[in-house]
């Protein structure tokens, strides 16, 4: 059995016989000698041989056994924990070869991420992506003893459940009853309200969700998700609850984090930064500038105008086009811009006869040099554009610092949001959000106008986690679902179990769920959310290591009742 690792023999071990294991991270032959760096999961110990006395070949991620004696460098390496000692190797046995390598095992290689995905096995021995997984699993027990000190218990849910619609597409597990299927749970959401009717009143879940939606860098089709859920509490209780936890936690890594966090209202957010999720780590707001609307003139009429400045920077006619192409993705008509020096406007991007109003807009808030953006469109189409761009100029110009955090909760959001395909309301948050008091004899007539005891925490411009409070009432529970046109036997049919368990004592609660691994990727400072999940999906949702999703045999099809459609 392993006892020594390759990161732990000292000055104070030579003239030790040992035995190392590991993979040939390097090796290398100075004059008559062979140097291997030797790795392991916690580091690199240096091997020293000479082929007169041990005849073997051997080549890189060769997996070997070692024996020797701790020998003092001549000359001391303090960029490995091992660089004062060296192993005079007395035999070396090899365990396993390894073929050509497709990528070297460094951190600072220039291969796609395709290939690196296909070669995953490789690529975790990579030290950052081998660190990001032993550094989340170190997040996860910090996390868990917490909750375990407040009273939390942890109690598995299903994954083998029922299709409910909750907001993202469902992935179907079909069975061999003829025509049933299991779903598999976009969170637990329905069975962790039913232990809060069954009296565990804190409860805790590190739970694996699935959700069949678009993929981006923050997002994949399963994650690894902390789910909560308390009992007789309110917004500001679960809010408090996350605060010392992640307190706790930033302690514990040696970061300092002040509580409470800031509260911004869903609204504001939208309005000042064009997104539910703003990154306050630096300020480029939207800025009002429904001033230089006017009815005679063609570029602005009479539609929500806002600008975006970016200050003591000039952009290029190539930028634009990126610029503008990021904009009309974005669901508004087109981009303007405007190069000023010295408080004048010394480009533009369009030709109108009287540019008075614009300089007077400049003039009142007080830019000096760079490029004002401007986007004229209906509201919506317009914060969304300008709140793409906003990220896309951080991205380019590193506003942001990297080892900063910015806590915010996003309060106060609407109730429902209207599906114009659809032609109806739909749950903002999930239909079984409570509505605030305010609106309680209104929600269902005036769902435009309604909001709901939800809320999200947001770090450095990502949504970490979100939550609620819970309707308990199975009134209120039945007004909901009419109130998104869903009719009492749809209901009856879906959650027919759930409206059940609420005609038998229910206690107020709520609860939040956390996206660990989104946590872990901005505590990392990861580009991807795929460099801290072991085995992820590519962009295009396969997993390359595997070659999944793969298709399946006639045989299986018929045996749960499938036939593929031409």
């Not at 104070?12 to 590991?22: I, M, P, S």
């Amino acid at each position: 059995m392993k006892s020594i690792n390759n990161n732990q023999l000292r000055l104070v071990d030579v003239n030790k016989e040992v035995e190392l294991y590991g993979w040939i991270h390097n090796i290398r032959k100075f004059k008559d000698l062979y140097f291997i760096d030797l790795r392991d999961r916690w580091g690199i110990t240096q091997v020293v041989f000479n082929p007169t006395n041990i005849n073997v070949s051997l080549a890189k991620e060769y997996v070997i056994k070692v024996k020797g004696i701790v020998v003092e460098r001549k000359s001391y390496n303090l960029d490995l924990e091992t660089g004062q000692i060296e192993i005079n190797a007395l035999k070396i046995e090899i365990l396993s070869r390894s073929k050509e390598l497709p990528f070297d095992i460094n951190d600072n290689i220039n291969v796609s991420e395709d290939l690196r995905l296909k070669y995953r096995f490789l690529d975790l021995r990579r030290n950052k992506l081998k660190n990001n997984i032993i550094f989340k699993n170190k997040v996860v027990k910090y996390l868990r003893d917490f909750l375990n000190e407040q009273d939390f218990i942890d109690i598995e849910t299903p994954i083998l459940s029922k299709s409910t619609p909750e907001g993202a597409r469902d992935f179907l597990v079909p069975t061999r009853k003829e025509g049933k299927f299991f779903a598999l749970p976009q969170s637990p959401q329905l069975y962790k309200q039913i232990l809060m009717v069954a009296g565990f009143e804190k409860y805790y879940q590190y739970a694996k969700v699935f959700r069949d939606e678009d993929l981006r860098k923050d997002r994949q089709y399963e994650f690894f998700q902390l789910d909560i859920e308390m009992s007789f509490v309110d917004e500001n209780d679960v809010q408090t609850l996350v605060e010392k936890m992640m307190q706790n936690l930033f302690n514990k890594l040696n970061i300092n984090l002040n509580v409470p966090f800031k509260k911004m209202d869903y609204d504001y957010a939208i309005d000042n930064y064009g997104s539910d999720k703003p990154d306050l780590r630096y300020e480029n707001r939207l800025i009002d500038a429904n001033e230089l609307n006017d009815n005679l003139e063609f570029l602005f009429n009479n539609q929500c105008t806002k600008t975006l400045f970016l200050e003591n920077e000039k952009i290029s006619k190539q930028q634009f086009k990126q610029f503008d192409e990021i904009i009309r993705k974005n669901k508004a008509n087109r981009l303007l811009y405007l190069t000023i020096e010295n408080n004048q406007i010394s480009n533009s991007s369009f030709k109108i006869a009287d540019f008075s109003k614009i300089n007077n807009f400049i003039s009142k808030h007080k830019f000096n040099s760079g490029t004002l953006f401007i986007v004229s469109d209906q509201y919506e189409n317009v914060c969304q554009s300008l709140g793409a761009l906003r990220i896309e100029l951080n991205n380019i110009y590193k506003f942001a610092k990297s080892d900063s955090y910015e806590f915010v909760w996003i309060v106060n959001w609407p109730m429902f949001e209207y599906n114009e395909d659809e032609k109806r309301y739909s749950a903002a948050h999930h239909p079984f959000t409570m509505v605030q008091e305010q609106y309680l004899k209104t929600f269902d007539s005036d769902p435009k106008n309604a909001k709901a005891k939800a809320y999200d925490l947001v770090l450095n411009g990502f949504e970490i986690a979100g939550g609620s409070i819970r309707i308990h009432d199975t009134d209120i529970q039945r007004k909901m679902f009419k109130t998104i046109s869903m009719s009492e036997s749809e209901a009856e049919k879906q959650f027919g179990f759930f409206l059940n368990s609420l005609e038998y004592g229910v206690p107020p609660h709520g609860g939040i769920a956390f996206g660990i691994d989104r946590l872990i990727m901005i505590l990392t400072n990861s580009e991807s959310i795929r460099d801290v999940i072991p085995f992820p999906v590519n962009s295009k949702g396969i997993n390359l290591l595997s070659d999944s999703p793969s298709q399946v045999s006639t045989e299986q099809l018929d045996e749960y009742y499938l036939k593929l459609k031409n």
